[in-house]
């Protein structure tokens, strides 16, 4: 399994960005799906998971500003970003896991099998 992400930048304090995940080789059709954040200095973060019903789950730091979505035809995982804050500068990384049928909430890093990358978020003036 590989997973690839694209997307970030530099924005301004309210601006928005849109991450993307490339799921390549993943054999697991109900498996978790979710983005993390890292902070230099901070412990990784669970911002947004997605189950296999489709279900959402998010962070209370970006609950209503961020949108998990995933395109099944690509397939790959989104994450819109909407009214950035400085606070919200990371690392930011996807990620998948083994699990057959996933249910509910999944934001702990430990429960994840597969990462990507990561790529750059910073929002500053």
């Known amino acids: 399994v590989q997973l690839v992400e694209s997307g970030g930048g530099s924005v301004q304090p309210g601006g928005s960005l849109t991450l993307s995940c490339v799921e390549l080789?993943?054999?697991?059709?109900?498996?978790?799906l979710a983005w993390f954040r890292q902070a230099p200095g901070k412990e990784r973060e669970g911002v947004a998971s997605?189950?296999?019903?489709?279900?959402?789950s998010y962070s209370n730091s970006v609950k209503g500003r961020f949108t998990i979505s995933q395109d099944n035809n690509r397939p790959t995982l989104y994450l819109q970003m909407n009214s950035l804050k400085p606070e919200d500068t990371a690392m930011y990384y996807c990620a998948t896991n083994k699990v057959v049928y996933c249910r509910g909430a999944h934001l702990g890093s430990d429960e994840y099998d597969f990462w990507g990358q990561g790529t750059q978020v910073t929002v500053s003036t």
């Open positions: 080789g993943l054999s697991y059709s109900g498996a978790c």
């Open positions: 997605l189950d296999s019903y489709g279900r959402t």
